[in-house]
T-cell receptor
Framework: AQSVTQLDSQVPVFEEAPVELRCNYSSSVSVYLFWYVQYPNQGLQLLLKYLSGSTLVKGINGFEAEFNKSQTSFHLRKPSVHISDTAEYFCAVVTRSGGYNKLIFGAGTRLAVHP | GAVVSQHPSRVICKSGTSVKIECRSLDFQATTMFWYRQFPKQSLMLMATSNEGSKATYEQGVEKDKFLINHASLTLSTLTVTSAHPEDSSFYIC?????????????FGPGTRLTVL
């Protein structure tokens, strides 16, 4: 089964600074990867996804991620963060188990943007 | 597009009672819906996969008799927490995968905060 590891539980950063949130996945023949954002007391919002094709994926709110097969990584980046980007970010991978495709989430990274 | 709603957003109940949470896909049909549980400051844990018109598939360790799931239509799935106990207090989130989706993209509801007294 697939799994994902988010290496940082918390990432503090100053406003307008660049940020990278790291995600590594377990290797597989084919892989679908996702980044979701969760604001306090809310559900998850899809930021971006990699299914195939270009390894650089652009998402909403100025975020992008790069699929790196050799390093089995899918790190999320933003060149300049805002206070409003403060949230929990989850990396996820699709895995097939019991005849169904399921999303497996990483532990999450708390992004705290300071003024 | 791809909006998923949950009702209620918050519920407080007494120990021993049952609580029903609804998950609706508002602008698309979903043959598959998922139910997750999230403890404070933790990730989402998949509880069960719900397919329209068939029995739900529960993850290991999830009691099917305690967490009853019904997926009666292509736009509605319900989770009933039976005989609730304080340890069932949690944030429950559903998601829906559009019919004929080839990308496994799931759209998430806003979550339901359950507090059992």
């Amino acid at each position: 089964a697939q799994s994902v590891t988010q290496l940082d539980s918390q990432v503090p950063v100053f406003e307008e600074a660049p940020v990278e949130l790291r995600c590594n996945y377990s290797s597989s023949v084919s892989v679908y990867l996702f980044w979701y954002v969760q604001y306090p007391n809310q559900g998850l919002q899809l930021l971006l996804k990699y299914l195939s094709g270009s390894t650089l994926v652009k998402g909403i709110n100025g975020f992008e991620a790069e699929f790196n097969k050799s390093q089995t990584s899918f790190h999320l980046r933003k060149p300049s963060v805002h206070i409003s980007d403060t949230a929990e970010y989850f990396c996820a991978v699709v895995t097939r188990s019991g005849g169904y495709n399921k999303l497996i989430f990483g532990a999450g990274t708390r992004l705290a943007v300071h003024p | 597009g791809a909006v998923v709603s949950q009702h209620p957003s918050r519920v407080i109940c007494k120990s021993g009672t049952s609580v029903k949470i609804e998950c609706r896909s508002l602008d698309f049909q979903a043959t598959t819906m998922f139910w997750y549980r999230q403890f404070p400051k933790q990730s989402l844990m998949l509880m069960a996969t719900s397919n329209e018109g068939s029995k739900a598939t529960y993850e290991q360790g999830v009691e099917k008799d305690k967490f009853l799931i019904n997926h009666a239509s292509l736009t509605l799935s319900t989770l009933t927490v039976t005989s609730a106990h304080p340890e069932d207090s949690s944030f429950y989130i559903c998601s829906a995968r559009p019919r004929r989706s080839s990308t496994d993209t799931q759209y998430f509801g806003p979550g339901t905060r359950l507090t059992v007294l």
